[in-house]
């Protein structure tokens, strides 16, 4: 223990975490009666231990928790006392060993480790400072801008990612640029290449020289103080997977600027987009939806008029129904659509669409069911808001319109 409180551990950390580490798994009273603390400054400790990724709790009840690894824990104290790199290296294998015979396990005989669980705002939090001071070439992050928000400003990372700049680090950041955010979208500039794309809310991740990965698995909880769960992955094959993905998403997003010069002016700018997965599909429409000032086509398959309330389209049309846009839909012979107020009409017309002011356009490629996946190429939109194939476009419309019943 007096070893661990010479690296940065106060007295009572020290001694909490050396008896978690020879008791395994604990329940805090059994630790606080193991280790001579009292319960309430016990729980205080092991959330201390917990921010700082020395230990990880269960989400059951009674709740229990268990230490990391030796060298994993070693390694932690390591790197938050890199002031001292020299001192703290001549000390590191006796740490190390130490530990080790605590837990009743050499070293030696533990596997490399490729994941770990992240079960609360502490843990992950941590092991994302850790992730962004690793990184040596490049950071890509995808995160809603309000995810953002909190981690760069409220928990500190805004930091880090500027001393990752500094060393060269390649900074890349996917985010939805939306009325009210400039301020943090300028922020991230001075760091980072930042580009506008609608993020689904359960799409986060933070990916490190294609060599590890912080990827969330519960969505952006809407109320502070929700419980979230990530997943720290060291396995390559995955990582690569994730860092192609990026890169998918990465192309065809909007630059700052063009989003930057869209919000101003309230029109989208003259370009075209390929939008792939059905959720991201979804959050394009929602987007094109409220910027409506006057009017809205749309062309529904059974499917798409079957998934307007899942998907949270119906709601945004309902919405903008109620501040006097008119709604315009065309749907296909035999097929109900739920979306009071509407003015509707029955077609032949095959493919989805929707239609804004004549301004913009997503035309729908659906894929074959309920379950396609976020990055099945078989689910994608193509946005245009070039002239030439507005008119086209709303000229076809017009027609089935009129020819429909």
Known sequence: MLRLTSIGLAEKEARALAHLTRLGTSKVTDLAKASGLKRAETYQVLERLQGRGLVEGTLSRPRNFTAVAPERAV??????????????????????????????????????????ILHDRNQITGQLGRTVRGAQKELCVVASSRSL??????????????AAKKRGVEIRILTEILPGS???????????????????????FVIADEREIVQYVTADP????????????????????????????????????????????????????????????????????????????????????????????????????RDGVRVRALVGPGVKLDLPGAEVKTTPLPQPRILVDASEVLLIFTGKGATEEVTDPAEYGVWVSLAPSLELVQKVFEQAWAEGR
């Open 75 to 116: 390694a932690i104290l390591v790197e938050e006392r890199a002031t001292q790199l020299k001192a703290i290296e001549g000390m590191k294998d006796d740490l190390q060993e130490r530990l080790a015979r605590l837990s009743g396990t050499p070293a030696t005989e533990r596997p490399g480790e490729s994941f770990r």
């Open 222 to 321: 809407l109320v502070t103080g929700s419980k979230e769960t990530a997943l720290w992955i060291g396995a390559r094959d995955h990582v690569q997977a994730q860092r192609a993905f990026f890169d998918d998403l990465w192309a065809p997003a909007m630059s700052a600027d063009a989003r930057r010069e869209e919000l101003e002016s309230g029109r989208a700018s003259e370009q075209v987009q390929v939008v792939k997965g059905r959720l991201t599909r979804y959050e394009k429409e929602k987007e094109m939806i409220l910027r409506a000032a006057r009017e809205i086509c749309i062309v529904l398959s059974a499917s798409e008029a079957s998934r307007l309330a899942t998907s949270g389209v119906g709601r945004a049309l309902a919405s903008r129904m």
């Open 182 to 204: 400039e301020e943090i979208v300028g922020r991230m500039a001075g760091f980072a290449s930042v580009r506008h794309m609608m993020v689904p809310r359960p799409l986060r």
């Open 149 to 162: 928000f909190r981690l760069l400003l409220d928990e500190g990372l805004e930091a880090e990612f500027l």
